[in-house]
């Protein structure tokens, strides 16, 4: 069997040439990401998608990624504002479904107890760790944080508080919108963001077939009570794809291979697809035109491990050369001389 290899649709996917270019060179699925779109767009993307695919004469599945309970960063002006060391920033919880224009001092987040959660001196991981806050008060509803690493945060990124438990559904408002949309696009599969329990399976599970949608559903294994309940997701799900920029930041770093082998290897032992995801081939959304050699071994590594196959976000969402980097993976997978699982 083919590894999978899974394509991210955003900008840099925005040419129908260069989406029928990204899908020549060997991508397998196609990845839309629900966070970053309305569900009233749903049916013209994958339509795009199936088009483009049947140009180019080629099988490829879509993907719907279901945003579920993470944690994101509403629009800023721009795409993109600029967060330096030092500096206030607050986060205004607004609801599951909502979000507010923010900005280089304020963004809100689609989870309304944040301010009963957060307290003074944790810190808040943005965008998979690349920047952090720090709690400094809980201020008239908001968030206030010092800027402890800045930089570069794009807009509607994920955020994460290591160590604190947020209740949230498994679906939100969105989520059921996004499933009703769904059911007149009809995608191959969904992905569920940060599950936890099989429980959060089994009710997409009935959601998906009270809309008579009977498809595969990808567990994503980001957060540490998703490891501690790995097994019964492995079981619940018909696939799984470890998200690695996610539960980096809330497992120590040093834990991330051992934890990619058991994920890995508990999805093999159940006979269900493992896909690995999180800065894959990351080299190359900063303006590399090929992978560096870690990179390469990092995906071999996978594929010895027994990964069915690899996610490629930003690379191809937002990255200078999206078709490069799929022309890459393909390459380092088929030429890796390690059997399919």
């Known amino acids: 069997m083919e590894r999978e290899l899974h394509v991210t649709l955003g900008p840099a996917l925005a040419e129908d040439g260069i989406l029928r270019q990204a899908i020549a060179a060997g991508a397998t699925a196609c990845r839309i990401n629900l966070s970053h779109c309305r569900s009233d767009e749903l049916d013209g993307l994958l339509g795009r998608v199936k088009a ?3 140009a ?4 490829l599945a879509i993907g719907a990624d279901l945003r579920g309970r993470k944690l994101r960063l509403g629009p800023f002006p721009g795409g993109a504002v600029e967060l330096a060391g030092g500096d206030e920033y607050r986060l205004r919880p607004v609801g599951s479904d909502q979000e507010l224009m923010g900005g280089p001092r304020l963004g809100s ?3 309304p107890a944040l301010a009963a959660v957060a307290r003074p001196g944790d810190a808040i991981a943005l965008d998979d760790g690349t920047l952090q806050l720090r709690v400094v008060r809980v201020a008239a509803g908001d968030v206030v944080c010092q800027v ?9 990124s994920g955020l994460c508080i290591p160590g604190r438990a947020l209740a949230m559904p498994a679906l939100t ?3 059921l919108a996004d499933l009703d949309a769904l059911s007149r696009a009809r995608p191959d599969f969904v992905y569920l963001s940060y599950c936890e329990t099989a429980a959060d399976v089994h009710e997409l599970r009935q959601q998906l077939d009270r809309r008579s949608l009977p498809i595969a559903i990808v567990a994503k294994i980001e957060s540490a009570l998703a490891i501690e309940h790995l097994d019964e997701l492995v079981a619940a799900a018909d696939g799984v794809c470890l998200g690695r920029g996610d539960l980096g930041v809330e497992v120590p770093l040093p ?3 051992a934890l990619q082998r058991r994920v890995v290897t508990a999805a093999r032992c159940a006979g269900k697809p493992a896909l690995v995801a999180g800065e894959v081939l990351y080299s190359m959304v900063a303006g590399q035109t090929r992978p560096t050699r870690a990179e390469v071994s990092d ?7 027994g990964a069915s196959g690899f996610v490629l976000s930003d690379e191809t969402a937002i990255g200078p050369c999206p078709v490069a980097a799929v022309r890459w993976l393909r390459s380092l997978i088929d030429g890796a001389g390690v059997g399919s699982s």
Request: aromatic share 0%.
């Open 56 to 59: 180019c004469g080629a099988r």
């Open 255 to 257: 834990q991330l291979p």
């Open 109 to 111: 987040v689609n989870c």
């Open 52 to 54: 483009a695919a049947a």
């Open 173 to 175: 408002s969105k989520d």
């Open 148 to 156: 402890a690493k800045g930089g570069r945060l794009p807009e509607r």
């Open 299 to 305: 995906v071999i590594i996978a594929l010895e491990q």
